[in-house]
């Protein structure tokens, strides 16, 4: 098994910045993916930004420039850096670990933009 524990989730003034970051504890293994998803109120879940075990890294249309998401494999944690955040990045940010075809979730943590 796997566990996720998720932080840094918070309320922030339009054009600010926040740092959510995630620790993986459990049985894992040197080749896996973490990432972000995020889900909004009445909105399915989006993911966000991946990273794999070789630090390649993806993202979603509408965060690209903005979020860099980035993991230390050592101690088996991923962060994403949100810049010039927006109303619209409102939602619950979920962190997830997919290993050998398994996907893993954290519990959440919510992220409010609003002035």
């Known amino acids: ?12 003034q339009p054009g600010g910045s926040l740092r959510l970051s995630c620790a993986a504890s459990g049985s894992i293994f040197s080749i896996y993916t973490m990432g972000w998803y995020h889900e909004a109120p009445g909105k399915q879940r989006e993911l966000v930004a991946t990273i794999t075990n070789r630090g390649s890294t993806d993202y979603v249309d509408s965060v690209k420039g903005r979020f860099t998401i980035s993991r230390d494999n050592a101690k088996n944690t991923v962060s994403l850096h949100m810049n010039r955040l927006k109303p619209e990045d409102t939602a619950v940010y979920y962190c997830y670990l997919r290993q050998y075809g398994n996907m893993y979730w954290g519990q959440g943590t919510q992220v409010t933009v609003s002035s």
Do not use: I, K, Y
Not at 1 to 12: C, F, I, P, T, W
């Open 1 to 12: 098994q796997v566990q996720l524990v998720e932080s840094g989730g918070g309320l922030v």
